[in-house]
């Protein structure tokens, strides 16, 4: 994290602490990670590990309830954003959200007749017994660096299309 080290930061609870908190309200810089779709999941592990060393709850045990207070709230914000940006999902969902475009993949359905065609038949080649694990993988394989060349090209309407479909791919996958 820039500037001030994080423990001094857990030290001035109050107003402080909330300017903290509203500058690392993007998963990416609370995670020092650069903020694109294509993650080292690696490097985000290694990171994520890190500052929940330095910002468990446990080490707050004997400090002021403000402090454990913020030590609780920041840790449940670094969990937040880990699982995130783990999630090609809900990374693109997320970056989406950081680009202006909301997208509620509960409520919001694909309007493409023809994918509508192919879940439909998927399902039933599924409920055949038919084996299509290697092609879901493929199609999952594919979006992801559609997505990827999406993102990079600032392509946000085609982004919220593919993860739509990256959604349907990889919940079918479960």
Same mark, same amino acid.
């Given at each position: =994290?820039?500037?001030?080290?994080?423990?001094?930061? =857990?030290?001035?609870?109050?107003?402080?602490?909330?300017?903290?908190?509203?500058?690392? $309200?993007?998963?990416?810089? +609370? @995670?020092? =990670?650069?903020?694109?779709?294509?993650? /080292?999941?690696?490097?985000?592990?290694?990171?994520?590990?890190?500052?929940?060393?330095?910002?468990?709850?446990?080490?707050?045990?004997?400090?002021?309830?403000?402090?454990?207070?913020?030590?609780?709230?920041?840790?449940?914000? !670094?969990?937040?954003?880990?699982?995130? @940006?783990?999630?090609?999902?809900?990374?693109?969902?997320? @970056? +989406?959200?950081?680009?202006?475009? /909301?997208?509620?993949?509960?409520h919001e359905t694909i309007a /493409?007749?023809?994918? !509508?065609?192919?879940? =439909?038949?998927?399902?039933?080649?599924?409920?055949?017994?038919? /084996?299509?694990?290697?092609?879901?993988?493929? $199609?999952?394989?594919? +979006?992801?660096?559609?997505?990827?060349?999406?993102?990079?090209?600032?392509?946000?309407?085609?982004?919220?299309?593919?993860?739509?479909? @990256?959604?349907?791919?990889?919940?079918?996958?479960?």
């Amino acid at each position: =994290m820039k500037g001030l080290s994080l423990s001094i930061r =857990m030290k001035k609870a109050g107003a402080a602490v909330v300017r903290v908190f509203r500058l690392m $309200n993007n998963y990416f810089e +609370l @995670l020092q =990670m650069p903020q694109e779709y294509d993650v /080292d999941l690696e490097q985000l592990k290694t990171r994520y590990e890190t500052v929940r060393g330095q910002i468990h709850p446990d080490r707050f045990a004997n400090k002021s309830d403000a402090e454990k207070r913020v030590a609780v709230q920041y840790s449940a914000l !670094l969990n937040d954003a880990y699982q995130t @940006l783990l999630s090609p999902v809900k990374r693109a969902v997320y @970056l +989406l959200k950081l680009g202006g475009q /909301d997208l509620d993949l509960e409520h919001e359905t694909i309007a /493409d007749e023809n994918f !509508l065609v192919m879940q =439909m038949q998927l399902r039933e080649r599924i409920d055949a017994g038919e /084996d299509v694990k290697s092609e879901i993988e493929s $199609n999952v394989k594919e +979006l992801t660096e559609l997505l990827s060349q999406a993102f990079s090209s600032n392509q946000l309407e085609k982004a919220k299309f593919l993860t739509q479909k @990256l959604q349907f791919f990889i919940k079918i996958k479960v």
